[in-house]
């Protein structure tokens, strides 16, 4: 088989001039089919498409360490990463990772700024009530 390199219509092997476009193809002899090729790289390009960080041990972590209500909403989009990512939706995976990236980070932030305050209040509560235990036996 023969296959035009204009328009890649198949024609005997005999045939000087394509059946199908008319162009002269016994001068170039055989060409590969090009319809197949854009194919190939469309399925090779789907394979590469890695799926987005779904932040689910962050999300965890943020749950268990301070803030649940963050922390759960960054393990709902953590999971919609892997839903969407395995339903073809890459646009949405990436959105859902962001979105469980955000609310991880805000957890940790708030977590960071809970931590900081309560060890304040401990060091300047402990503090003040030894000025109150010095206060009282110097006189
Ligand atoms: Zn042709």
Known sequence: ???????GAENMDTASFCASCGTN????????????TPIQEEKAKDEKLAMPETYLW?????T???CMP???IAIINSAQVETRYYAGNYSGAESASRNARNFAIAGL?????I???Y????????????NIFNDYYQY
């Open 1 to 7: 088989m023969k296959y035009c390199y204009h328009c």
């Open 25 to 36: 193809i016994i001068s170039t002899g055989y060409a590969p089919p090009q319809v197949a």
């Open 58 to 62: 962050q999300s965890v972590l943020v």
């Open 64 to 66: 268990i360490l301070c």
């Open 70 to 72: 963050l922390g759960i």
């Open 109 to 113: 932030i708030t977590g960071a700024v």
């Open 115 to 117: 931590s900081i305050l």
């Open 119 to 130: 060890i304040a209040l401990f060091f300047f509560g402990a503090l003040g009530s030894l």
